[in-house]
């Protein structure tokens, strides 16, 4: 994402700024991670596996202005997978997401926008 854009819908949503740069603080974080539960909904087999996870990796560029952000966490593979996404779509009419789901050797991307917030599918 882009940063500023970053910073612009968390300060819009939460009323709060914050600094996203390449030494994030903790406090930062933990406003990203919340922006980021709060409209990315993950569930294995219909039960809640991504809510309160902590973001694994945050790559900043401050080159480039983009923040990437990279949660894991370990859980049994699922049958079926669903996501729902709603990432800036409330503060740009023409925003598009690409979320990339890894899974031992599956690896799939998906392109949500306004209209299409939620993705289900099967792994085995």
């Given amino acids: 994402v882009f940063t500023d854009d970053l910073q612009a ?58 923040t990437e952000i990279f949660y894991q966490f370990k859980h049994k593979v699922p049958k079926k997978v669903t996501m729902e996404n709603t990432l800036f779509s409330g503060f740009f009419n ?12 599956t690896q799939e991307a998906f392109k949500f926008d306004r209209r299409y917030t939620k993705e289900e599918f099967s792994l085995r």
């Avoid at 993950?42 to 990796?57: A, D, G, Q």
């Fill in 9 to 66: 819908v968390i300060k819009k949503e939460q009323v709060i700024d914050i600094e996203i740069t390449e030494q994030l603080s903790d406090k930062s974080r933990m406003h990203i991670d919340k922006y980021i539960h709060t409209h990315l909904k993950i569930r294995f087999n219909n039960k809640k596996v991504f809510e309160n996870t902590r973001s694994h990796k945050i790559v900043i560029d401050s080159t480039e202005n983009t």
């Fill in 94 to 105: 023409d925003q598009k997401n690409l979320l990339i789901f890894t899974c031992k050797n």
